[in-house]
């Protein structure tokens, strides 16, 4: 301590220093760490995240206590930050490492009811979404102060374990921006914090067609839906029912179809053969193969979990494609979505 009661000041090169220190001793405690880091002055730069940023500013009671954060986040001084579902998570460094922890409320079920009916066929795909490719009438419709995705301050309870007397003290401000940054690289994670599922923005237009639908047409909007998100098309394979045809001539029909079918695409083994989509002229056929997933996966500008939501399995699905050596086994619809996609890129 200083004479007058005041900390020294510590230069910025020794606060990074001090904070890769503490982060180095985090992890080899076994501690999956997830700092912030800061490039440049902005903190951050696409939509979702500079939203969250402008969001808390517009607040008179926070306006006044975020800046002390700014120095801290743009520093490298949020060691960790984890956020799930309703809760952020975070260390951040100063005179010694504090723990802070943010509580946000869930989105109200009738706000979220509300969001999708106005944003029902407004939205083109999920990488639009994401990417906060939006028209202004929609991105009014999530930022919108009381009734948007964002929490208000009623919504957020704040506390950090350093000896600060103020509730949002320059730790806590620290990752509350450190939110934005994180939302620059992960703007699905909003819809997490909020406990809200951001896919269903995506399909929204489709619930109401989908549940007066039979079965055949919800799998044909299912296939449109997909085509849509993913900019591909999917080859949908239920037949139109006709006009006034009755029970027991649909079953039949549908019997012949399918054994003309198997005609058709049986060989000599007597095993139906899979026909991959053509690829286009001058372009190498897509070989399901962990690299060859990789590459579109990048090529589309997708995380694992985007990626794996379009084809409609796990992100750890995915990771394990990627990482697999040699020929992938794939499902029919899968690898059809894949081989149709790579033509395409």
């Known amino acids: 301590m200083s004479y007058d009661g005041w900390r020294p000041y510590v230069p910025v090169a020794r606060r990074r ?21 800061i490039r440049g002055r902005k903190i951050a730069h696409t939509f979702w995240g500079a939203a969250w940023c402008k969001h808390l500013e517009r607040f008179s009671d926070f306006s006044n206590r975020l800046p002390r954060g700014r120095t801290y986040v743009r520093n490298g001084s949020v060691c960790h930050l984890a956020i799930k579902k309703g809760k952020v998570e975070a260390i951040v460094s100063g005179s010694e490492l504090y723990n802070v922890a943010i509580r946000i409320a869930p989105l109200a079920p009738d706000k979220w009811k509300n969001i999708r009916s106005q944003c029902a066929g407004r ?97 044909r909007l299912a296939n449109q839906d997909l085509s849509n998100v993913f900019g591909i098309d999917i080859e949908d394979t239920t037949p139109p029912e006709k006009r006034g045809e009755t029970a027991p ?23 139906p053969k899979v026909r991959n989509a053509k690829a286009a002229p001058g372009k190498r056929a897509f070989t399901p193969t962990g690299a060859a ?26 990771a394990n494609w990627e990482t697999k050596r040699g020929k992938l086994k794939l499902q029919k619809r899968t690898l059809t979505a894949l081989t149709r996609a790579w033509s395409r890129k």
């Open 17 to 37: 220093a001090n904070t890769a220190g503490e982060m180095k001793k985090l992890h080899n405690k076994g501690m999956d760490i997830e700092p912030i880091e």
């Open 123 to 219: 939205i083109g795909s999920l990488l639009e979404l994401l990417q906060g490719h939006l028209s202004d009438h929609v991105m009014g419709i999530v930022t919108e102060p009381e009734k948007g995705l964002f929490p208000k301050p009623g919504d957020i309870k704040l506390h950090c374990d350093c000896p600060d007397w103020a509730v949002m003290c320059k730790h806590v401000a620290a990752v509350l921006y450190g939110v934005g940054a994180r939302l620059d690289e992960k703007p699905e994670l909003l819809f997490v914090l909020r406990k809200v599922d951001h896919l269903e923005l995506i399909s929204a237009d489709l619930d109401m067609r989908v549940a007066t639908a039979g079965r055949g047409k919800r799998r």
């Open 249 to 271: 001539r649909k079953t039949a029909r549908r019997s012949n179809e399918q054994k003309s079918s198997k005609k058709n695409t049986a060989g000599r083994s007597g095993k």
């Open 293 to 318: 997933v990789a590459r579109l996966r990048k090529q589309f500008a997708m995380t694992r979990p985007q990626f794996a939501g379009l084809l409609n399995v796990s992100s750890q699905t995915v």
